[in-house]
């Protein structure tokens, strides 16, 4: 569709990126307080962090509900259009929605913050407009001064934490796992994961002792998860944190699901570039040393050993990903994704070269995969979630804005 509008409202927020990553809660709070305090107004809000599984947990949490409650998700970042963000009712915002929310919050003053907070902004002044029953908030980056954390939220979910981000968010898990516990507040329901390092969960634990009530997830929690659409054994973790949130929901009276149906929601339950098969290629956004040894668990798991099409920001741990990912696949096509965070395919070639793998480089994606199927099927595409988004237009024709417009490199 792309209205003039629409691709006005692109253009306009592109030059937020100029202020980069500004972590901190006191120009979100002020600029909701400006547009009337819409954050009061998304029904009962579940506040969904950590280091990965985040998406998916959101996905799922939303299927659980979906049939029976209107919900909203905000989630971060996009794969390939900005309206994927904001999803109500399982419906992308439309153009029109997502242009009056976004005029509505220029003209509180949100041209002055970052885009993320801008987009946040957004978010909530649209969702408070549907309205719903249920919002679930996925986390930026970190959890503490997240611009999400500005929001009251009723229960709360640290999938897991894991190394990544390390020059804002700490340099050991210990510091990571407190930033990512900064969206626990007093008086909530709290979900403690086990999509992460085990290390990690005692400091959450520990964190957690200001919640009212505290799920953590274990063995038994997964064990008890009936089958799961999205592939892996990690996604059996996240859909125990899923099912967590459901119990907190009904113990708060909001929800109440039949066993039945949470079986059925999770035996379809969808979420884009998390192993997702078109044909011959798996496209994963794994995209740190964890979520990386989690996609090549899942390769074993299946017996698959592919060619690797991989591209990974300039911010990235990428001799961590790299270590990971090298032995698990045949050949390796490095390249890169068109936007300007994205590490050169031939430094992303010399990272695998060190470690001895068979490794090429392309320009582009579209170069990339007739290098890979010069060595056969399957081919796994990998190491980004902006990569992932352009191989869904490239080979679905998902949809696509008219330009790039993405989150800012955090540094």
Same mark, same amino acid.
């Given at each position: 569709?792309?209205?003039?509008?629409?691709?006005?409202?692109?253009?306009?927020?592109?030059?937020?990126?100029?202020?980069?990553?500004?972590?901190? +809660?006191?120009?979100?709070?002020?600029?909701?307080?400006?547009?009337?305090?819409? $954050?009061?107004?998304?029904? @009962?809000?579940?506040?969904?962090?950590?280091? &990965?599984?985040?998406?998916?947990?959101?996905?799922?949490? #939303?299927?659980?509900?979906?049939?029976?409650?209107?919900?909203?998700?905000?989630? !971060?970042? %996009?794969? !390939?259009?900005?309206?994927?963000?904001?999803?109500?009712?399982?419906?992308?915002?439309?153009?029109?929605?997502?242009? #009056?929310?976004?005029?509505?919050?220029?003209?509180?003053?949100? /041209?002055?913050?970052?885009?993320?907070?801008?987009?946040?902004?957004?978010?909530?002044?649209?969702?408070?407009?549907?309205?719903?029953?249920?919002?679930?908030?996925?986390?930026?980056?970190?959890?503490?001064?997240?611009?999400? @954390?500005?929001? $009251?939220?009723?229960?709360?979910?640290?999938?897991?934490?894991?190394?990544?981000?390390?020059?804002?968010?700490?340099?050991?898990?210990?510091?990571?796992?407190?930033?990512?516990?900064?969206?626990?507040?007093?008086?909530?329901?709290?979900?403690?994961?086990?999509?992460?390092?085990?290390?990690?969960?005692?400091?959450?634990?520990?964190?957690?002792?200001?919640?009212?009530?505290?799920?953590?997830?274990?063995?038994?929690?997964?064990?008890?998860?009936?089958?799961?659409?999205?592939?892996?054994? %990690?996604?059996?973790?996240?859909?125990?944190?899923?099912?967590?949130?459901?119990?907190?929901?009904?113990?708060?009276?909001? #929800?109440?699901? !039949? &066993?039945?149906?949470?079986?059925?929601?999770?035996?379809? *339950?969808?979420?884009?570039?998390?192993?997702?098969?078109?044909?011959?290629?798996?496209? $994963?956004?794994?995209? &740190?040393?964890?979520?990386?040894?989690? +996609?090549?668990? @899942?390769?074993?798991?299946?017996?698959?050993?592919?060619?690797?099409?991989?591209?990974?920001?300039?911010?990235?741990?990428?001799?961590?990903?790299?270590?990971?990912?090298?032995?698990?696949?045949?050949?390796?096509?490095?390249?890169?994704?068109?936007?300007?965070?994205?590490? =050169?395919?031939?430094?992303?070639?010399? !990272?695998?070269?060190?470690?001895?793998?068979?490794?090429?480089?392309? =320009? /582009?994606?579209?170069?990339? +995969?007739?290098?890979?199927?010069? %060595?056969?099927?399957?081919? +796994?595409?990998?190491?980004?979630?902006?990569? *992932?988004?352009?191989?869904?237009?490239?080979?679905?024709?998902?949809?696509? $804005?008219?330009? *790039?417009?993405?989150?800012?490199?955090?540094?």
């Amino acid at each position: 569709m792309d209205s003039p509008e629409y691709a006005e409202l692109l253009a306009r927020l592109l030059p937020a990126r100029r202020f980069g990553v500004v972590l901190g +809660l006191e120009r979100i709070r002020a600029l909701l307080d400006r547009l009337g305090s819409p $954050d009061r107004r998304l029904g @009962t809000v579940v506040h969904v962090g950590g280091t &990965n599984g985040k998406g998916s947990t959101v996905a799922m949490i #939303a299927a659980l509900l979906g049939d029976h409650l209107r919900v909203a998700t905000y989630t !971060s970042p %996009h794969l !390939s259009c900005l309206r994927e963000r904001i999803v109500i009712d399982r419906e992308l915002i439309t153009e029109a929605a997502i242009v #009056a929310a976004a005029d509505r919050v220029r003209d509180a003053g949100g /041209d002055e913050l970052t885009f993320f907070e801008q987009l946040t902004a957004i978010a909530v002044v649209a969702i408070a407009e549907a309205p719903v029953d249920v919002t679930v908030l996925e986390v930026g980056l970190g959890g503490r001064l997240d611009a999400t @954390t500005a929001i $009251d939220a009723a229960i709360a979910v640290v999938t897991g934490v894991a190394m990544d981000h390390e020059a804002i968010l700490g340099d050991t898990l210990a510091k990571i796992a407190l930033e990512k516990a900064g969206i626990f507040k007093p008086g909530q329901r709290v979900v403690i994961g086990a999509s992460g390092e085990p290390a990690a969960v005692p400091v959450l634990c520990e964190a957690a002792r200001v919640a009212a009530h505290v799920t953590v997830i274990d063995d038994d929690a997964v064990a008890r998860v009936p089958p799961v659409a999205l592939p892996g054994a %990690h996604q059996r973790r996240n859909a125990a944190a899923a099912l967590a949130v459901i119990d907190h929901l009904e113990a708060l009276g909001v #929800a109440r699901i !039949s &066993n039945a149906h949470r079986r059925d929601a999770l035996a379809r *339950v969808f979420h884009p570039g998390r192993f997702e098969v078109i044909d011959d290629v798996i496209l $994963d956004g794994a995209h &740190n040393p964890h979520g990386a040894a989690v +996609l090549v668990e @899942t390769l074993r798991e299946r017996g698959i050993r592919p060619v690797l099409v991989i591209a990974v920001s300039a911010d990235k741990d990428v001799p961590g990903i790299a270590g990971v990912l090298a032995p698990a696949a045949r050949a390796v096509i490095a390249t890169r994704y068109q936007q300007d965070r994205s590490l =050169p395919p031939e430094q992303l070639a010399a !990272s695998f070269a060190d470690l001895g793998a068979a490794v090429e480089h392309a =320009p /582009d994606l579209a170069a990339a +995969l007739v290098a890979a199927r010069r %060595h056969g099927a399957p081919i +796994l595409v990998a190491g980004s979630l902006f990569l *992932v988004g352009e191989a869904r237009v490239l080979l679905l024709g998902a949809p696509a $804005d008219p330009f *790039v417009v993405s989150d800012p490199p955090a540094r």
